[in-house]
Structures are given as C-alpha cells and as structure tokens.
C-alpha cells in the first residue's frame, strides 16, 4: 500500500474525535437536504395527485344501462378529450355490525388497469377479487373505517347483507376537486359488483347504474353535455338528472395554489441548506489543514510533491463522504416521509366534511437520492479543494515555522497592540488570528448568516401560515352554528338575539353578519 494512503487511512482511524465530527458534519447535511427534498417530493406528489385536475372529468351522466354502440358513438364526438364509463352502485352498510351514517359509494371499471378519468391507486393490499372491496384512504379520515383485512356488509337492492372483505387500500385521483364525492367511496370487481347489485327490489328495479365520463374544453361543455343527453335520449335510455351534471374544469386548478407557496419556500430552504453544507464541509477540511501544516512540509521535505498530497487528503476526505452519505441518506428518506406526514396533517383540503390531506404511500422518486449522493459525494470533494490547493501551495520552510504569524519587525511602533496597550494580549491574539485567515474568517460569518436566515425563514412561515390558518378558521368563515333571522325586506336586529344567545352556557362568541347580494359585469 502507498505510504500517502496509508497516512490518509491514519487520519481516518487515529483521530476518532475528528474523524466523528467530519462525518456528522456530512452526516447532517445529507440528512437535512434529504428529508427536505423527501418532504418536498412526497408531500407536493400527494397533493397534486389529490387535485390533479387533468383527471377530473367535467361531464358526469348517469343512465340505467349503456349499450356499446351509444358508448362508441359518444367516444368518437368531436370535442370528447377523454372517455371513461363505470359502474356505480350507492348502498348502506355496516362495519363491525354497526351501521355507518352515509351510504358507500361502489365502483367497477372494466379494465382496472388503464383508467382514464379518476384513477385510483393501490397504496396498501392489492385489487379485489369475488367477495372482497378496496376501501379509498378518505374514508379514514372522515372517520370512517378502512381497515386492510377487515370485514364489511353491504345492502343489496332486495335488502339482506353481502360480507366482503377489504383486501387493499387506496387513493383517487382528483379526489380533492371540491364537490366530487359526497360519500365514503370503494372499488370492486365488475363481476363482483355485478353479482350483488343485480339482485331486483321489491320494486323490480337493480341498484347499480352506470356513469359516463367525459372530459372536454370548457368552450365545449355545454354543448357535447347537451348533445350528449339528446343522444341518450333518442336511445330510449333513462337518464339521472339528480347524478349528471356539467361544470368547468378551469376551477379545479385553483385548489393546488393553496400549497404552492409552502412548497416554493420549502425549496428555497433546500437551496439554503445545501449552501449552508458546502460552508460547512469548506470549514472543516480548512481546520483539518491547518492542524496538519508542518506534516504537509515533512512530506514535502522527503521528496513528496504536491498533487499527490492533495490526492491524499481527496482520500480521507472521501472516506468521511461516503459515510456520511449513507448514513444520512437512510436517515433522510425516514425523516423526510415523517415531515411529509406531519405537514399533511395541517393542510387543509375541502374535500368534504374536514378531510384532511394524506401525504399517500411511502414512494422515493429517483432524483431524491441522487441529489443526495451528488451533495454528499462531490459537494466534500469540490469544497476541499481550494483550501487543499492554497494549503499545499506552502514551502518546507513556511511549514516548519511559525506559519503565518510574524513579530512585525520594524513596525510595532505604528502597531495597534503598541499604542493601546491596556488591551490584553489575549484580545490581540484572538483579532490577529481572526484576520490572519480572513477568507475562513468571511466564511464562517456566511455559515453563521446562513443558519440564521433558515431559521428565521422557517419561523416566519410558520408564523404566517398560522395567521392564514386561523383567519380562515374564524367564527365568520366556519362557525359552529349559524342562525338566520329574518328574509328579503324583512330586516331583523340581532342585538337582543346576541345578547339572549350569549348568556346560555358553552357559548364562546356571537358574530353578526349581513349578508347582500349584488350583481357584477
């Protein structure tokens, strides 16, 4: 073994102390620019999968039934962008024996597979089979039960129980569009579904029925839902006015704005962490030159030159890289889904009654770990190499002795330490070797500036966020009771109503308000 990499593997296993703290140091830098950008890809990846609104149709018809003709014949009109028709089937139904409050909205797609318009995606278990349900995540948090492995009863049209059983969990597409779904929400196989809501009622009639799917330009809505209608019509099929219905699409981008902004800052505070690593690991390598100066004129002194130095200190730097690396990259990807999660759960998302966003199934996208290994593998190299470069650059004589510390001949009569004499050494000590150094000296400043502006960035949108939060949470925009007195023309004074409704028991605040409509261009 070359005697300069043995010398590189001493000072990776002789200073323990050292070696510990240059490791940490990447360590924590990995860690942190990990669970940011984990945090960042998992949380913003939940949210737009939940508003994405390419996958929200803006035409939904509901009809008893759908010959393959008619269905042909609407995916072939001119302004139908996407396609989609599933079965529906809305029942009662009960968890542990216990009824639930809504009634359990069922789908079956005919090829599970490639679904055009509200997706949805296994996170847990796998597609169901005869006799079993994937329940969708949002039931869970609107309190109702989605247990992977968990037994549930549906209603059939004639009235008695079908036991199935849950075998997956899952998310929706476009399931936070507002307005969409109004009931806990499963999927089953068609055959599975087929089988049960086939069944006639005591008024002859199944329980299923049939959705269409369409996705247009909102030019078009109107017109291919009217054209639509007249050709189911003229079909002889019996069309649902109380589950079809147009909307325009173009709102449905304004959801994901909600989460823009806190994702923008929190990108901007990966760009400020990742600065913050290089001061860091730039700092570290300097001190470890700075101890080792006479050692880099000894090797100097015995014939060693200087780009083969500076590759010695490339290797035991590297060691600490790789690491470091490792460690805080595992570290990060953990850290970074708890952040995601715990973010989520402050998210608010109209979804319904208070759903709140889920930060979905734990997934790693590839350049998460790929912008870590590049900061923790070549950040350290690239940091080290200017003060390598600059440290090697000394002679064997500057080496061995007081390396840049001199007495100042000739001009301590003019020196600051001369004049101000009560000043005690120990001062001037600490000022010269401050100054003596003063590109290390700026950097450390930088890391010290930088430390603090991430910190106060993330207080501040904390702060902010919180504001916002609690403004739209006020009594005005969500209260626990809302009474309204009077009509149109028949104005009311509220004051002995407040009066009379704040002096009951567990009432916190009264707030009138006035309501108006106007009409604008």
């Known amino acids: 073994m070359h005697a300069l990499t ?28 990990t669970a940011v950008t984990q945090a960042s890809d998992q949380l ?12 929200v149709p803006n035409i939904v018809i509901e009809v008893n039934t759908l010959p393959a003709s008619v269905a042909s014949t609407i995916q072939h009109m001119p302004d139908v962008q996407q396609f989609q028709v599933r079965t529906v089937y809305t029942t009662p139904w009960q968890f542990a024996g216990q009824a639930e409050n809504y009634t359990l909205q069922i789908f079956a797609y005919a090829d599970m597979q490639h679904i055009q318009l509200w997706p949805f995606q296994i996170t847990d278990g796998r597609l169901p089979g005869r006799g079993e349900i994937v329940l969708d995540t ?9 247990t992977l492995g968990g037994t549930v009863s549906v209603t059939a049209p004639d009235g008695h129980l079908v036991s199935l059983r849950v075998v997956g969990l899952s998310r929706t597409r476009g399931i936070a569009v507002k307005g969409l779904f109004a009931n806990p929400i499963g999927y089953m196989s068609p055959a599975a ?38 050709l189911l019509e003229n079909a002889h099929l019996r069309i649902d006015e109380k589950g079809s219905n147009w909307r325009y699409s173009s709102g449905n981008a304004d959801l994901q704005l909600s989460v823009a902004g806190p994702l923008i800052v929190i990108q901007l505070l990966t760009g400020l962490s990742l600065l913050l690593v290089c001061v860091m690991i730039f700092n570290a390598v300097s001190t470890l030159l700075t101890e080792q100066v006479k050692i880099v004129g000894t090797m100097k002194a015995v014939g060693g030159t200087r780009l083969p130095i500076v590759g010695s200190y490339l290797l035991t730097v ?21 952040l995601a999660s715990r973010m989520a759960e402050t998210v608010q998302v109209d ?10 199934p734990f997934h790693v996208s590839l350049w998460v770990p790929i912008t870590s290994i590049a900061v923790g593998l ?25 390396y840049g510390v001199q007495a100042g001949i000739g001009r301590h009569r003019y020196a600051w330490g001369y004049r101000l004499r009560w000043v005690p050494q120990t001062t001037w000590l600490a000022v010269r070797g401050l100054f003596r150094k003063p590109a290390r000296a700026t950097l450390t400043l930088l890391a010290l500036t930088l430390s603090c502006a991430v ?57 009138p308000v006035v309501f108006g409509d106007a009409t604008i261009a």
């Open 44 to 55: 913003g990846g939940a949210f737009f999968y939940s508003t994405d609104p390419q996958a």
């Open 318 to 338: 590297g060691i600490y890289s790789i690491v470091g690396t490792v460690l805080g990259l595992a570290l990060g990807l953990l850290a970074g889904y708890q």
């Open 455 to 511: 910190f106060l960035a993330v207080q501040i949108t904390n702060t902010s966020l919180g504001t916002a939060l609690a403004q739209e949470l006020s009594p005005i925009e969500n209260p626990d009771l809302r009474i309204d007195l009077g009509d149109a023309g028949n104005m009311v004074h509220s004051q002995p109503v407040d009066s009379t409704i704040q002096s009951l028991p567990n009432v916190k605040s009264v707030v």
């Open 193 to 230: 579904l087929a089988q049960i809501a086939s069944t006639a009622s005591s008024t002859g009639r199944s329980g299923s029925a049939t959705e269409i799917l369409v996705k247009t330009p909102d030019t078009h809505v109107a017109s291919t839902y009217t054209a639509i209608t007249r």
């Open 138 to 146: 949002r039931n869970l948090q609107e309190g109702y039960p989605a």
């Open 378 to 402: 070549l950040i350290p190299q690239l940091s080290a190499l200017w003060p390598l470069w600059t440290g090697t650059r000394i002679t064997v004589r500057e080496a061995m002795s007081a």
């Open 6 to 33: 043995r010398k590189s593997l001493a000072d990776v296993t002789r200073r323990k102390g050292r070696t510990l703290l240059m490791i940490l140091g990447i360590l924590i830098g990995v860690l942190g620019i």
């Open 351 to 360: 979804v319904g009654p208070g759903a709140l966003l889920d930060a979905g």
